[in-house]
């Protein structure tokens, strides 16, 4: 059952990506030869003909353009490999003289077609925001209690109070709190400086962390969180936890909010990717398909207890979670990823005239040689997660 769930989540989510190429290319009189969900051969196609809707199983490539009456219409494909999906262009990855190809289109043109399979994964999350918003309401960052004698107590800051921003660093919803101080441990030589609300009007605190020696959770950490690691014997705090019930908003609010939401996951995401360069975090903390299945897994057996709406909404959160990140992850500038060929296409601007085709079609060969090999090695990684616990 989980793996069904996972395959959905993912399913939704890669036809929601492909689906932007797929608008674009259409909208730019781009043809397209096959839209299709998963990898490898195929198990059966569709083909809106000229002899009206046809259907192939295990056709190839061969049979499904050599058909009488498909030729000059896309098919549409599911694949024995229930991992990625693809939209595939006249003249994408070669030479065409067609007007309808990819490759004679203008750049800016070919920019759009390819930027909107990211984008509207980011449309995708923003709309799944929308439901979990309007369904469960706001986390505000506000305060739920500041502790005697701390530098946040000191500063006159009160329970109720709600957090505006961080060193600079804008707080809107409250699991910002946490990640700012996973991402800026508190150390003796900071100092905090904060923006807080107080009903209508704003102020500013300068706090200076104070080093404790007991496991209280506070400074980022809502009350029950335990995600986050903190010293066990001492560490800096500057007295406060968050973590107030959700509260339901007007519409304009719900919008902002589910706004902000898929902005907090976007730039997680990138400041994860920027500890795994870096060497803060390790493979441990990379999640493939299989570690995916097992997330899965575990948020339902979670929330089942809750009854069949909790699931629902607890897959629809993880799923704002894998868009944005899978958005974020295709915009990298690597070979054969969504980013790469925007690379490509920035360069043909700067330079005023294409990459050669046949060298960038070398590069994107390699770049996914690379990115299969990735895959392999994240995939052994989760089983060895899955098999040592």
């Known amino acids: 059952m989980n793996i069904v769930l996972a395959l959905l989540l993912f399913s939704i989510i890669v036809i929601f990506h492909e689906l932007g190429h797929f608008l674009l290319a259409r909208y730019n009189g781009v043809y397209v030869t096959e839209f299709s969900?998963?990898?490898?051969?195929?198990?059966?196609?569709?083909?809106?003909?000229?002899?009206?809707?046809?259907?192939?199983?295990?056709?190839?490539?061969?049979?499904?353009?050599?058909?009488?009456?498909?030729?000059?219409?896309?098919?549409?494909?599911?694949?024995?490999?229930p991992f990625g999906g693809s939209c595939i262009m006249l003249g994408e990855d070669?030479?065409?003289?067609?007007?309808?190809?990819?490759?004679?289109?203008?750049?800016?043109?070919?920019?759009?077609?390819?930027?909107?399979?990211?984008?509207?994964?980011?449309?995708?999350?923003?709309?799944?925001a929308l439901i979990i918003t309007g369904v469960s309401g706001i986390d505000r960052p506000v305060i739920t209690s500041v502790t005697s004698g701390m530098p946040m107590e000191q500063a006159g800051v009160k329970e109720g109070d709600e957090i505006v921003e961080i060193n600079g660093t804008g707080i809107h919803i409250d699991r910002e709190i946490a990640t700012y101080f996973a991402f800026n441990p508190l150390s003796e030589e900071d100092t905090v400086d904060m923006t807080l609300r107080r009903g209508d009007e704003t102020y500013d605190v300068t706090l200076k962390p104070v080093l404790t020696e007991n496991l209280g959770i506070s400074d980022g950490f809502a009350k029950g969180a335990t995600a986050e690691p903190v010293e066990p014997?001492?560490?800096?705090?500057?007295?406060?936890?968050?973590?107030?019930?959700?509260?339901?908003?007007?519409?304009?609010?719900v919008i902002n909010f589910s706004l902000y939401e898929v902005?907090?996951?976007?730039?997680?995401?990138?400041?994860?990717?920027?500890?795994?360069?870096?060497?803060?975090?390790?493979?441990?903390?990379?999640?493939?398909?299989?570690?995916?299945?097992?997330?899965?897994?575990?948020?339902?057996?979670?929330?089942?207890?809750?009854?069949?709406?909790?699931?629902?909404?607890?897959?629809?959160?993880?799923?704002?979670?894998?868009?944005?990140?899978?958005?974020?992850?295709?915009?990298?500038?690597?070979?054969?990823?969504?980013?790469?060929?925007?690379?490509?296409?920035?360069?043909?601007?700067?330079?005023?005239?294409?990459?050669?085709?046949?060298?960038?079609?070398?590069?994107?060969?390699?770049?996914?040689?690379?990115?299969?090999?990735?895959?392999?090695?994240?995939?052994?990684?989760?089983?060895?997660?899955?098999i040592t616990g």
């Open 37 to 81: 969900l998963g990898m490898g051969p195929r198990l059966i196609t569709f083909c809106k003909s000229d002899n009206g809707m046809r259907v192939k199983f295990f056709a190839s490539t061969n049979a499904c353009k050599t058909a009488p009456g498909w030729e000059g219409h896309t098919f549409y494909s599911v694949k024995i490999l």
């Open 94 to 128: 070669d030479i065409s003289d067609s007007d309808e190809a990819f490759c004679n289109k203008s750049v800016y043109a070919r920019m759009s077609i390819v930027f909107a399979g990211p984008f509207f994964n980011f449309i995708l999350a923003f709309v799944l």
């Open 233 to 253: 014997d001492k560490s800096y705090k500057i007295g406060f936890t968050y973590g107030s019930p959700r509260q339901k908003g007007n519409i304009i609010e």
């Open 263 to 386: 902005k907090y996951w976007i730039v997680t995401t990138i400041k994860s990717l920027g500890m795994l360069i870096t060497g803060q975090l390790g493979t441990d903390d990379i999640a493939g398909p299989v570690g995916i299945v097992s997330t899965v897994g575990d948020l339902v057996d979670e929330s089942m207890s809750y009854g069949i709406p909790s699931v629902i909404l607890t897959l629809i959160y993880f799923s704002i979670l894998l868009s944005a990140n899978l958005g974020v992850m295709n915009l990298l500038p690597i070979p054969a990823l969504d980013g790469g060929r925007l690379f490509f296409q920035i360069i043909e601007i700067i330079r005023r005239k294409p990459i050669d085709p046949e060298k960038e079609g070398v590069i994107t060969m390699v770049g996914f040689a690379a990115l299969m090999v990735l895959m392999v090695f994240i995939m052994y990684n989760d089983i060895a997660k899955l």
